[in-house]
């Protein structure tokens, strides 16, 4: 049985990955680096395909930083183990050392490296309850930082994270922050991408239940956008209102039950 740490490291510069997982040869030869990630969406799905022990998270990604990976993982409850690589200034620097977590000033020397390590080997080989990442410490940095982090969560289900959708012949998982629009299509539901679209089982009327409903809004029944990829709205030649989208060419209807979520646009 394989007992070796795992992690996943992201970074939108490639030599940085390559440079980060080279010192971690050096001073952690145990580690075994299970995926490499250049964008926040690419890490959120890596860290729920390998479930790795520790994240080196840049923090200036594009799409989506290292702090809104954070903020997701915070929220799903119970993440790994983070150490954020970042260029911040001193101020920013002293934030993380105030805080239960690790940083490290790109790029990294190996004996800075070596700390941070040396941190990691202790908290991983502390017993479970104790070695559990401190969520309060990361929730209360993040919003140091000023990201928005939902406060801890109550009871009840967390919004859909991920989802498993058939393309043709192979069966793809979403981070549903990739999703464009949901479109219900007799037995099935089109989840709509920037490129392309693939299909899902799941009802609107279910999905409508699992989806945060202040990112994601029902503007028809068989429709659900968005919020963040709507672009704007008009109305057409037979007066109806339709939803203008930022990454794909056709225009969604908005039906009049609905029509009140876009009075101030």
Known sequence: MNNCPRAVIADDEAHLRDYLEQQL????PELRVAGRAANGIE???????????VVFLDIRMPGMTGLDVATRLVEAGRPPHIVFVTAYDQYAVQAFEHSALDYLLKPASLERLAKTVAKLKAA???P?????????????LLAQMGTVVVP????????????RASQGEQTRLIAV?????????????SVMLAEGECLIRTPISKLREQLDAQQFWQIHRSVIVAARHVAGTRHDFRGRLM????????QLVVSRAYADLFRQM
Not at 25 to 28: F, L, M, Y
Not at 43 to 53: F, G, K, M, Q, S
Not at 243 to 250: G, M, N, P, S, T
């Open 25 to 28: 040869a050096g001073a952690w």
């Open 43 to 53: 890490a959120l799905r890596l860290i729920d395909e390998e479930a790795p022990d």
């Open 124 to 126: 991983l080989a502390a």
């Open 128 to 140: 479970s309850a104790a070695a559990a990442p401190p969520v309060d410490a990361l929730r209360a």
């Open 152 to 163: 801890a969560p109550a009871a009840g289900p967390a919004p859909l994270q991920w989802i």
């Open 177 to 189: 922050d990739e999703v464009v629009y949901f479109q219900s299509n007799d037995k099935y539901t």
């Open 243 to 250: 939803v203008q989208l930022k990454d794909r060419a056709e």
